[in-house]
């Protein structure tokens, strides 16, 4: 199926991730499933996949300890964690690292069906739509920006993000926190978000109408004119 959406599904239980693939599958996904974490991260760059769902412990390896490394390469990407290990530090810590849920075992698949497809849905615009804006079109799905139909830059996720953020506020101030808070979780310094603004404005030169203005003490604003 050409639409068929694709989970990544990281599960040591085996009898658990048989039955979850099953209905996965019954209900039109196609999933990959794997029992351990290693080279997930190179696993993931080759299915491409549309959601992953993590259980945190597998064997003796950890899902929380990936998080960072994942978040950093696939910013996009929906993440569910599923584990019975709920404290209140575990739950925090792997919503401070950038996943989208955390589901509590045992869970029943009508749950888990339903938070899928809410984040599939909620993600879908973004991560399937090209943007236009002055002589600029811009893939999100492939992170190319164009003009005339020809790419003259392929952006890192993180200024893919930056670039979103900044469009769907266009002509408004959005501050720096804001920035730090939904693409760098607050974890880097403000060199990055420099770093990204600066290669930002670099392919956008080409345009003299749009423009990256900073507002000291504020943040940035994306005009077109």
């Not at 300890?65 to 404290?87: M, Q």
């Not at 749009?210 to 004119?225: A, D, E, K, N, S």
Request: net charge negative; aromatic share 8%; glycine share 4%.
């Amino acid at each position: 199926m050409e639409n068929q959406r694709h989970i990544f599904y990281v599960e040591d239980d085996l009898d658990l991730a048989i039955l979850i693939v099953k209905m996965l599958e019954k209900k039109g996904f196609r999933v990959s499933l794997k029992n351990n974490l290693s080279s997930i991260a190179e696993d993931i760059l080759y299915v491409r996949p549309d959601l992953l769902l993590l259980d945190i412990e597998v064997g003796n390896q950890s899902s929380l300890e990936e998080l960072p490394i994942l978040r950093n390469k696939y910013p996009l990407i929906p993440i569910i964690f599923t584990s019975s290990h709920t404290d209140i530090e575990t739950v925090d810590l792997s919503y401070d690292h950038g996943i989208n849920l955390f589901i509590k075992k045992p869970f029943s698949i009508k749950e888990l069906l339903h938070n899928i497809n809410l984040l599939l849905n909620s993600t879908s615009q973004l991560e399937k739509s090209v943007l236009s804006f002055g002589k600029f079109t811009f893939d999100t799905e492939c992170n190319q920006l164009f003009i005339d139909e020809q790419s003259i830059a392929i952006l890192s996720p993180k200024e893919s993000l930056l670039l979103q953020i900044l469009l769907s506020h266009q002509g408004k101030v959005v501050s720096r926190s804001l920035i730090m808070q939904q693409i760098w979780n607050n974890t880097i310094s403000d060199d990055s978000l420099n770093n990204c603004i600066n290669h930002l404005r670099s392919f956008l030169n080409k345009d003299s109408q749009v423009q990256i203005f900073t507002l000291r003490g504020q943040g940035y604003r994306l005009t077109v004119t």
